[in-house]
C-alpha cells in the first residue's frame, strides 16, 4: 500500500516520518498541478472580481471555509466580498445578491447540489459566476463564466476521500483570486492602513517614523573632530546603539555603531588613540521621519546583512533614529 498503509505507532519513526514527508510531496504535486493548468478562466476571473461591486464566496463542507478564508481576505483590504451559505441562499439570503456582483463556488466535484442551485439562481439574477473546482468537466465548470481548475493527483487519506489535497489546492487558488483582484485594485498597502488601523500590521503600516523615533535629547550625538572616547560615552549614555556625528547644521556626517566598537575591539586596535572621524560609517542608510514604520523596516532588512538601528532625517538633517525594537515594541504593546 506504500504511503496509504496505516500510520500505527507499532511502525518505525523513520517509516512514519518517510509517509508524512509522502503527503507532503503529494500537496505540493496538487500544487504543482494546478499551476500548471492557470489559463485565460483564471484572467478572466480575475477580470470580473476587479469589476464587481461585491465579491459574494460560496461553498459546502470543507469548501465553505476556503470560500470564507478568500472573502475575509479579500475583506480585509477593504475589497467588498462576503460569504454566503448556498442552503441560506435557497432560504432567503439571496437577497444580499445584487447583478453587479460576482459569485464564486467551490466545489471539489463540481456537483454539488445545493452550490448548483445557487449558481442557478445568481445567473437568473445577472450574476456572473466564477468556479473553483478539481474537475474541469464538471456541471459547474460548463456553466461559468469562468471556470479554475484546482487539480489534484489524489487524496491523502488511503481511501482517497478526505478532502486534503484538494483544499491545499483550493486554498492557493482562492488566495491567488484574491491577490489577483487586490493588484488590479492598486495594492494592500493604503487599504491595510485604513482597515487595520489598531492592530499589529496597522500599527506598522500606518504610523509614521517620526511618531516613534528617538529625538530632541534623546537623539545620541557628537560633532565632526570629536575623540572615540567622547563618542563612547554618548553611546554608552543613550543606549540606543548607535551615536550620529553631525555638523553645526545636524546634517548627518557619519555613524558609529555598537557593532563597529566591537569590531575595532576584536581587530586589537588601541581605541584611545582614534578619532571617531577615522572610523565612522561615512555613507549610512538612513530614512525619512515622514515614511512609514514599514519603509523602515525594509530598509533595514534590505542588505546583506540586517541592521537593526536607522539615524532618521527630514530633509539633510538628522533629527532622529529609529530602533527595529522599538517597532518590534509598539506591535506587542498594542
Known amino acids: 500500500m506504500g504511503i496509504f498503509a496505516l500510520m500505527s505507532n507499532d511502525q518505525p519513526t523513520n517509516e512514519r516520518l518517510a509517509r508524512a514527508s509522502a503527503m507532503i510531496d503529494l500537496q505540493i504535486a496538487a500544487l ?5 493548468h492557470l489559463d485565460q478562466h483564471f484572467l478572466r476571473a480575475i477580470d470580473l472580481l476587479a469589476a464587481a461591486s461585491k465579491t459574494v464566496t460560496s461553498g459546502l463542507g470543507k469548501s465553505a471555509f476556503i470560500a470564507r478564508k478568500m472573502a475575509a481576505t479579500m475583506a480585509s483590504v477593504r475589497l467588498p466580498a462576503t460569504y454566503l451559505h448556498p442552503v441560506d441562499a435557497l432560504h432567503g439570503d439571496s437577497g444580499i445578491l445584487d447583478p453587479s456582483d460576482v459569485l464564486v463556488a ?62 491545499t ?82 546634517a548627518l556626517l557619519g555613524i558609529l555603531t555598537d557593532g563597529d566598537v566591537r569590531r575595532l575591539a576584536a581587530s586589537g586596535s588601541d581605541l584611545s588613540r582614534l578619532a571617531t572621524d577615522d572610523v565612522m560609517t561615512r555613507t549610512p542608510m538612513s530614512v525619512q521621519a515622514g515614511h512609514t514604520l514599514r519603509s ?31 517597532i518590534v515594541r509598539l506591535n506587542l504593546t498594542r
Open 296 to 326: 523602515a523596516l525594509e530598509i533595514m532588512e534590505r542588505g546583506e546583512r540586517q541592521i537593526g538601528v536607522l539615524p532618521v532625517l527630514e530633509g539633510s538633517r538628522c533629527v532622529g533614529v529609529i530602533r527595529v525594537h522599538d
Open 106 to 167: 467551490f466545489s471539489k466535484s463540481g456537483e454539488t447540489p445545493e452550490v448548483i442551485r445557487l449558481v442557478a439562481l445568481a445567473q437568473e439574477l445577472g450574476l456572473r459566476v466564477v468556479v473553483v473546482t478539481s474537475r474541469p468537466q464538471s456541471t459547474l465548470a460548463q456553466v461559468a463564466d469562468a471556470s479554475v481548475v484546482a487539480l489534484i493527483e489524489r487524496e491523502l487519506d488511503a481511501d482517497d476521500l478526505l478532502p486534503t489535497a484538494s483544499t
Open 169 to 250: 489546492s483550493a486554498l492557493m487558488m482562492a488566495d491567488l483570486l484574491a491577490i489577483g483582484t487586490l493588484e488590479a485594485a492598486g495594492g494592500a498597502e493604503e487599504r491595510l492602513r485604513r482597515s487595520h488601523p489598531d492592530g499589529a500590521i496597522g500599527a506598522t503600516l500606518y504610523r509614521t517614523i517620526s511618531e516613534v523615533m528617538h529625538s530632541g535629547s534623546a537623539l545620541p550625538r557628537v560633532p565632526p573632530g570629536s575623540t572615540l572616547s567622547a563618542a563612547l560615552v554618548e553611546l554608552t549614555a543613550k543606549a540606543l546603539g548607535i551615536v550620529c556625528v553631525l555638523d553645526e547644521d545636524d
Open 32 to 36: 504543482l498541478r494546478t499551476r500548471d
